[in-house]
């Protein structure tokens, strides 16, 4: 979807190991291309606040809702998610809202 809208996006099924690429292994590849993480893992969150990679990270907070639904929400926030990673290195979509985070501590 995100391609769709001219945006340069992979997902982690096309990296070499697919869905079992390590964590640390996405965010150097995503810092190296200077491209945002997209996650729902708390595991991107920690590495972020400790280590500062990945250095763009969009944090989805929706808890269990389909995959249609996500896409429709990101559809109807795509240009508001832009903007704000293109402010700060940190951005949390909930349902019902965005929120950015320009500093290390949400």
């Known amino acids: ?35 945002v993480v997209i996650s729902k893992d708390r595991d991107f969150r920690y590495s972020h606040f400790l280590e500062g990679t990945p250095r763009k990270l969009l944090v989805v907070r929706t808890g269990n809702i389909s995959n249609d639904e996500l896409l429709a929400l990101f559809e109807a926030n795509l240009e508001q998610i832009t903007e704000a990673l293109d402010e700060a290195p940190l951005a949390i979509l909930g349902l019902k809202s965005l929120s950015v985070h320009p500093s290390k501590s949400p």
Do not use: K, Q, V, W
Request: proline fraction near 6%; hydrophobic fraction near 30%.
């Open 1 to 35: 979807m995100l391609d769709e809208h001219g945006h340069d996006a992979t997902h982690t099924s096309e990296l070499p190991n697919a869905n079992r690429t390590p964590d640390d292994e996405i965010a150097a590849t995503a810092d190296a291309a200077d491209r």
